[in-house]
C-alpha cells in the first residue's frame, strides 16, 4: 500500500508540472478530490504506467505524450469549466478518460463543436454508446450489461427477492434499466427501489425502509463514498441483504472505505483478471516493476485505455491533428490489446463488450 501511495503521489506531481518537451498534449478533467477519487487515483496510475512506458521509448512517431488533468470534484459544472479550458486554452489533441455519465453528457456539444475526440470515458451509459455520439469512443462496456449480467447470476442462484438503491442521475437511471431488464429476464420484479440524491446522499429514511422489504439481495447503484454509506447503512438497519455494485467502484480505495463491510460484496467487472490474458500480464508486469503488488481492476481499465489511447496515436501518423486522431480511432476496425479485441467504426464506438462478476474476499481482494 505504501508503495501505491509513492506511485499515486508521483502520478500527482506528474499532473501538476506536466511533461518537459511533450508535443502530444492530451486532457483529463476528473475527480482527483470529491466521492470517487480513490478510484480515479487509481485507473489514472493505471493509465500513467503505460504512458510513461511509451514515452521512455520515445513516444510516438517520436513525440512525447503530456497528460495533462484537471481536478473537477466530480461535480458536472467544473467538468464543463475544465473542459472548456483543455479544448480551448491548453490546445489539447483529445480528451481522455473522464469520469460520470451526467459529466459526460454535458461537454459532448463542446466535443462536437471542435471536432475533439473523448478516449474511454470511465462510464459505461448507455446514453454514450446508442445513438453513436461522433466523438466519443468508449472502451468499456455499458452499464446496463453489468447490471443485466448481475442479475442473471442472482437469479441462478436461488434469489428472488432484489432491491434496488440508485443514484437520481443520468447513470442511476441508466443502471436501473439495466436491473430492470435483467429482472425481467428472470421473470422477478423488485421488492423495493429507492433512490437518492448524487450531491447530498442520505439514507437515514432508504435504509430502514429497505431493510423492512427483506431483500435477499439489494443492487447499489452509485458512486464511490456514496455507495460505501449505502451499503454501511443498510447493514446497520439491519439488512443481512447480498450487496451488488457495478464496476465504477472496483478499486482497492472502494474496498478500503468499505472496511469490514467489504467481505463479500459483489462488484462488476469489464475486464478479465485471469493472467491468461496477455494484456493482464503485461499491466501486472509493469505495475510490479513499479513496486505496485496488486493491480486493481481499476488500475487496469486505465492502462488498457492508455494502450488504445497510444495505438490510435500512432495510426492517426506524425504530428496528429483532431480530425486525424477521429479518422484514426473510426478506422481502428478489429484490435487485438492482448487476448481481448476491441472494435470502433463509424457506426460501432462500444469498444469492447467484457462482463464478470467478482466479490470481495476477507483479505479485500476481487476474486472471480
Known amino acids: 500500500m505504501r508503495a501505491l501511495h509513492h506511485a499515486l503521489l508521483g502520478l500527482c506531481l506528474a499532473c501538476v508540472s506536466g511533461l518537459a518537451g511533450a508535443q502530444i498534449k492530451i486532457g483529463q478533467t476528473v475527480g482527483v478530490t470529491g466521492a470517487v477519487a480513490a478510484t480515479v487515483k487509481e485507473a489514472s496510475l493505471g493509465a500513467q504506467l503505460y504512458l510513461d512506458a511509451t514515452n521512455a521509448k520515445g513516444g510516438v512517431h517520436g513525440e512525447k505524450i503530456e497528460l495533462i488533468t484537471l481536478d473537477d470534484k466530480f461535480d458536472t459544472a467544473q467538468t464543463l469549466a475544465n473542459a472548456r479550458e483543455l479544448i480551448e486554452q491548453r490546445g489539447v489533441l483529445a480528451l481522455f478518460m473522464t469520469r460520470g455519465t ?49 442479475i442473471a447470476h442472482l437469479a441462478a442462484t436461488g434469489v428472488t427477492r432484489i432491491g434496488v438503491v440508485h443514484v437520481d442521475d443520468s447513470f442511476g437511471a441508466d443502471g436501473l434499466e439495466g436491473t430492470q431488464k435483467g429482472l425481467a429476464a428472470a421473470k422477478l420484479t423488485a421488492v423495493a427501489i429507492h433512490k437518492f440524491d448524487r450531491s447530498k446522499p442520505d439514507f437515514s429514511q432508504i435504509a430502514p425502509a ?22 454501511k447503512a443498510l447493514k446497520a438497519a439491519g439488512s443481512g441483504a447480498q450487496f451488488v455494485t457495478l464496476s465504477n467502484n472496483a478499486s482497492g480505495g472502494f474496498v478500503k472505505l468499505l472496511g469490514d463491510d467489504a467481505r463479500g460484496v459483489i462488484v462488476s467487472q469489464v475486464l478479465p483478471q485471469s493472467m491468461n490474458y496477455a494484456v493482464v500480464q503485461e499491466a501486472t508486469q509493469m505495475a510490479r516493476a513499479h513496486d505496485i503488488a496488486d493491480l486493481s481492476p481499476a488500475m487496469l481499465e486505465g492502462f488498457v ?43 460501432d464506438h462500444t469498444g469492447l463488450d467484457f462482463s464478470d462478476l467478482s466479490i470481495i474476499s476477507a483479505t479485500g481482494k476481487f476474486k472471480r
Open 102 to 150: 451526467p459529466h459526460t453528457e454535458g461537454i459532448i456539444p463542446l466535443l462536437d463543436q471542435h471536432g475533439v475526440a473523448l478516449l474511454a470515458p470511465s462510464t459505461g451509459a448507455m446514453v454514450l454508446h446508442q445513438p453513436v455520439k461522433k466523438h466519443v469512443f468508449n472502451v468499456r462496456a455499458t452499464y446496463q450489461r453489468e447490471a443485466e449480467r448481475a
Open 210 to 231: 429497505m431493510a423492512k422489504q427483506a431483500p435477499q439481495a439489494v443492487v447499489v447503484i452509485g458512486s464511490g463514498t456514496a455507495v460505501v454509506d449505502g451499503i
Open 305 to 347: 485505455s492508455a494502450k488504445v489511447l497510444v495505438e490510435a496515436l500512432r495510426r492517426a501518423g506524425p504530428k496528429p491533428t483532431r480530425e486525424k486522431l477521429v479518422q484514426a480511432l473510426d478506422g481502428m476496425g478489429r484490435y487485438d490489446l492482448g487476448g481481448l479485441t476491441l472494435a470502433f467504426s463509424p457506426t
